[in-house]
């Protein structure tokens, strides 16, 4: 069957051209437009992305429309029930479930790499008591770059799955000793006999001082939430890892630039974001006077939490979340809280009012994500380095992909230039 092709007439200049148009297994057709300038001397202009593919993946599946989700084919709703994050970690890393050996081989990979190096925890002491986790986290991950000199040939396929072990294994020890220096608390040592999450909560919350034994339902929860959050497909934060990583630079200091764009409030940050807007609302009585206040156009609140660039349906990730959310608060002691009831009479409304009704504007992955957190003891500045820590998976399954296909090429965008015309130069005494 020939391969479809897209006809591009430009009238003005009475000429066409046939554009080749990719289908892919799942989604829309998409038109190949490399050779436009070549052939018809014109670009073409789309800033911020919003009909334009920048690559070929097989990893994330989305329909936005549909509120559909899959990770290598496999819906987002049967990996949150079923599988654990680690198991996904695999999957997304090398594209197929894994047999129990093989899990069970991953699982000690990445349990015997969480050690941080001790000279790395002298550059904590750099930041100020207050800094925000999220510019330690950028910081600390990307000086990664300046350890593991053994194994940082990016062309060699065994050193980049070491890379990506390293990084999977330390973030948690990275990010629950960001929490510890705010609290100028003694950092905490990985445990060998615990899973990837309780490990985590229990450098976040032990200490030397005594026992700590992570909680069951918050352990499913966070497994939950490192699942729904572990990819996305070509977000900010992953194209930002791609872009950089299209150069050939040290993968931890592409995974740093990754952070960098995640913690912004429009993508990662909004978690945060969420949970300070409704600690502002304060009161149900004053949600109608916040949706009022979300659209005035010469009001630059927005309702954080709510609206995606893709979604444009419920996001799925979202009614899982919402689920849990209402489990832990129950099994916490929080049934009736404050927090919650807000988020809920919030969405509500919102759902029923014109405005987002016609703008397609629904509860993304952050807009419950937040209450979990904070109802598990994980303070505010945290949770986007939570979002982090999940993500680093989808990072490095992108940056692995990428590194691999042999038609990868520098990213390097073009641009509409509106400055001056060309002008000549003055000198300063004659301006
Ligand atoms: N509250 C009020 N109005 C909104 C919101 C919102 N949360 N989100 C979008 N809108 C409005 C916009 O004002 C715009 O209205 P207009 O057509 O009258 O001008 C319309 O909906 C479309 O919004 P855009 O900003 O053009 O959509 P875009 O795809 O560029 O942005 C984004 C998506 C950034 C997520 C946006 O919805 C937003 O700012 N949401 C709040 C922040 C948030 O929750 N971010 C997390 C996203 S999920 C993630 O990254 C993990």
């Keep these: 069957m020939a391969a479809k092709t897209f006809t591009l007439t430009d009238n003005s200049n009475n000429r066409s051209m046939e554009l080749p148009v990719r289908q892919g297994t799942q989604g829309p057709p998409t038109i190949e437009i490399a050779s436009l300038y070549k052939e018809m001397g014109v670009f073409t202009y789309d800033p911020g992305f919003l009909g334009t593919g920048s690559c070929n993946s097989a990893i994330t599946y989305i329909d936005g429309e549909e509120g559909i989700l899959q990770y290598r084919g496999y819906p987002i709703e049967q990996l949150a029930e079923k599988s654990s994050f680690l198991e996904v970690a695999y999957l ?179 978690n945060e974001a969420v949970l300070n807007m409704l600690e502002e609302i304060g009161d149900v009585s004053q949600v109608e006077k916040y949706v009022l206040k979300a659209k005035d156009k010469d009001d630059p609140f927005r309702l954080m939490g709510f609206g995606h660039r893709v979604y444009k349906n419920y996001d799925p990730r979202a009614r899982i979340i919402r689920k849990v959310c209402h489990e832990v608060l129950a099994s916490t002691g929080h049934a009736d809280s404050p927090l919650m009831e807000l988020a809920v009479k919030l969405e509500e409304i919102a759902l029923k009012d014109d405005y987002f009704i016609e703008r397609k504007l629904y509860p993304n992955v952050d807009f419950y994500s937040g209450i979990i957190y904070r109802a598990l003891g994980i303070p505010n500045n945290m949770f986007t380095v939570m979002f982090a820590i999940a993500r680093s998976v989808g990072w490095t399954a992108h940056w692995m992909e990428m590194i691999a296909d042999p038609s990868q090429r520098i990213g390097r965008p073009r641009q509409v230039y509106d400055g001056a015309p060309k002008r000549d130069y003055v000198p300063v005494d004659k301006r």
């Design 92 to 270: 997304l890393l090398y594209g197929e479930l894994p047999a129990a050996t093989e899990l069970a081989t991953f699982e000690n990979m990445i349990i015997h790499h969480t050690m941080i190096n001790e000279n790395l925890k002298n550059l904590y002491n750099g930041f100020h008591y207050d800094a925000h986790p999220m510019a330690i986290m950028t910081g600390v991950v990307g000086s990664l770059s300046a350890f593991y000199h053994d194994s940082l040939d990016i062309h060699n396929p065994r050193h980049r799955e070491i890379s990506a072990h390293r990084l999977i294994a330390k973030m948690p020890t990275i990010a629950a000793a960001s929490y510890k220096h705010s609290k100028c608390e003694p950092f905490i040592y990985p445990r060998n006999d615990m899973g990837f999450c309780a490990n985590f909560l229990h450098m976040m919350f032990a200490s030397p001082c005594e026992e700590y034994v992570p909680d069951p339902v918050a352990v499913k929860a966070i497994e939950v939430l490192f699942i729904l959050h572990a990819d996305h497909e070509q977000n900010a934060s992953t194209s930002t890892v791609r872009l950089a990583g299209s150069s050939q630079a040290n993968p931890f200091a592409c995974i740093a630039a990754g952070i960098a764009s995640l913690w912004g409030p429009a993508h990662g940050g909004a």
